[in-house]
């Protein structure tokens, strides 16, 4: 178990629904990192928070979006979706204090499948 | 840009030593990670290696970095089938973000 926790784990939903992903980061992680897993692009960075703020943005389409919040919980938020959305959503957390490696702790994720 | 390749497949016997290759473009890169993602669970960080290193060993886990090839590897002794997984290799540049670039996985088969 990684500390990290994320809900649901897993979510069906139709084609141009909007759906929120929930994640929890680990006691003492400031950073909550969002990643998608699919066969075709393989794992893909979206997007990172710290703290509250954004600190850097990946692959991430205009139709998701995400937050954190003042107790660091973080939600991920797909709108209009696509049926090639349907993919593994991790969430991963660390310390990303500029010190040592960083770890990054994943969760067990939330499988979307758009029907 | 950064890319990270792996070979897709391995299949090893029980007992062997098992090795996955990867390697990265980004010269950057800070620290590389190996990560192993069992079926239907996320992914467990495994081990870690710091670019200015040659070589970190944790147990069964031997990890190599040439960084003139820019080529890692991750040795694991003595393979068990609880090893049957997918390994991931990615990296993080460092610079402000810690973002992670990952391979597409190698799939360990261990054969008993």
């Known amino acids: 178990d990684s500390g990290v926790t994320q809900t649901p784990k897993h979510l069906i939903t139709a084609t141009g629904q909007r759906v929120t992903l929930r994640c929890s980061p680990r006691?003492?992680?400031?950073?909550v990192y969002w990643y998608q897993q699919s066969l075709d692009q393989g794992l893909q960075f979206l997007i990172q928070?710290?703290?509250?703020?954004?600190?850097a943005k990946g692959n991430i389409l205009e139709r998701f979006s995400a937050q954190q919040f003042p107790d660091l919980h973080s939600e991920l938020n797909l709108s209009s979706l696509e049926l090639g959305d349907s993919a593994l959503y991790f969430c991963a957390s660390s310390v990303a204090n500029g010190q040592g490696a960083n770890e990054q702790f994943f969760g067990p994720g939330t499988r979307l499948t758009v029907l | 840009g950064e890319d990270v390749e792996q070979s897709l497949f391995l299949s090893v016997r029980e007992g062997d030593s098992s090795v996955i290759n990867c390697t990265y473009t980004d010269s950057s890169s800070t620290y590389l990670y190996w990560y192993k993602q069992e079926p239907g669970a996320g992914l467990q960080l495994l081990t870690y290696?710091?670019?200015?290193?040659d070589m970190k060993q944790d147990q069964r886990l031997t990890v190599l970095l040439n960084k003139k090839d820019k080529h890692l590897s991750l040795r694991i002794a003595d393979t068990q089938t609880g090893d049957s997984a997918i390994y991931f290799c990615?990296?993080?540049?460092?610079?402000?973000?810690?973002?992670?670039?990952f391979g597409k996985g190698t799939k360990l088969s261990v054969i008993p």
């Open positions: 290696i710091f670019s200015n290193m």
């Open positions: 006691s003492g992680d400031l950073s």
């Open positions: 928070y710290y703290n509250g703020e954004e600190r």
């Open positions: 990615a990296e993080s540049t460092g610079a402000g973000s810690y973002q992670l670039t």
